[in-house]
């Protein structure tokens, strides 16, 4: 049940998170784009949320 309590906390702090990136107009290709160059320098990460979050930098 902790794992899901983790997965439910930190969901709710990415909508926080959200709401904050909002409030002061940051854009998504700035989000996208500094996501995509700290997930790439993290060795554990998945190798397809890199490529995705890549991917979508370039759709935008």
Request: glycine content about 4%; hydrophobic content about 45%; aromatic content about 6%.
């Amino acid at each position: 049940m902790s794992r899901l309590n983790d997965v439910v906390a930190n969901h709710e702090n990415l909508d926080k998170l959200n709401v904050i990136l909002k409030h002061y107009g940051v854009s998504a290709e700035f989000v996208a784009h500094t996501l995509a160059e700290g997930f790439s320098q993290d060795k554990e990460l998945p190798k397809e949320l890199i490529e995705d979050m890549k991917q979508f930098c370039a759709m935008l």
